[in-house]
T-cell receptor, first 111, second 110 residues
Framework: QKEVEQDPGPLSVPEGAIVSLNCTYS??????FMWYRQYSRKGPELLMY????GNKEDGRFTAQVDKSSKYISLFIRDSQPSDSATYLCAMRAGGGNKLTFGTGTQLKVEL | DVKVTQSSRYLVKRTGEKVFLECVQD?????MFWYRQDPGLGLRLIYFSYDVKMKEKGDIPEGYSVSREKKERFSLILESASTNQTSMYLC?????????FGQGTRLTVV
């Protein structure tokens, strides 16, 4: 079993839809949770960063962490064609150096 | 803006060649990482370094080595390239809260 599971998609939604992306994990030591966005032929870039459980909002993006269920989510409101990319969740244990990534979910937002 | 620069975007090498992938960061980060990215497998950590001349194996170090002689530069070395090392290679440097990635090197071994 992988430490981090993420549905690879592809996920196709119409413009303006609310998108929900999710990851589950098995390592209870993970305390730092991140979402990265990766456009085609580019390196990943950090989108959201959260520590421990709770919600964090940044514009159209909301990240949720539920440590009791070992489940994290990224919500995108009013999705735009420019949101079309692969979204990678990543996690790190407290004091650890290593980031563990999900396999990524490919999202396409259609006009 | 933090910049992580990888020396090549695309490389084609022959089986058995020694291959060097170079990465330079401009923000004085102590931690630097090499990942490979493959469809369905995501990003897998090859090696990382937390200081000059210090290195630690990641999840898939076999067939690779690294060098960190200066803080800003982290090199990945394929000692004898094989076709199963065809992949996208990503370098990253990290603060406490954020990893910054380079654009990636698409390596094809023929």
């Amino acid at each position: 079993q992988k430490e981090v599971e993420q549905d690879p998609g592809p996920l196709s939604v119409p413009e303006g839809a609310i998108v929900s992306l999710n990851c589950t994990y098995s390592n209870s030591a993970f305390q730092y949770f991140m979402w990265y966005r990766q456009y085609s032929r580019k390196g990943p870039e950090l989108l959201m960063y959260t520590y421990s459980s709770g919600n964090k909002e940044d514009g159209r993006f909301t990240a949720q962490v539920d440590k009791s269920s070992k489940y994290i989510s990224l919500f995108i409101r009013d999705s735009q064609p420019s949101d079309s990319a692969t979204y990678l969740c990543a996690m790190r244990a407290g004091g650890g150096n290593k980031l563990t990534f999900g396999t990524g979910t490919q999202l396409k937002v259609e006009l | 803006d933090v910049k992580v620069t990888q020396s090549s975007r695309y490389l084609v090498k022959r089986t058995g060649e020694k291959v060097f992938l170079e990465c330079v960061q401009d923000m004085d980060h102590e931690n630097m990482f090499w990942y490979r990215q493959d469809p369905g497998l995501g990003l897998r950590l090859i090696y990382f370094s937390y200081d000059v001349k210090m290195k630690e194996k990641g999840d898939i170090p076999e067939g690779y080595s690294v060098s960190r002689e200066k803080k800003e530069r982290f090199s990945l070395i394929l000692e004898s390239a094989s076709t199963n090392q065809t992949s996208m290679y990503l370098c990253a440097s990290r603060t406490v809260t954020e990893a910054f990635f380079g654009q990636g090197t698409r390596l094809t071994v023929v």
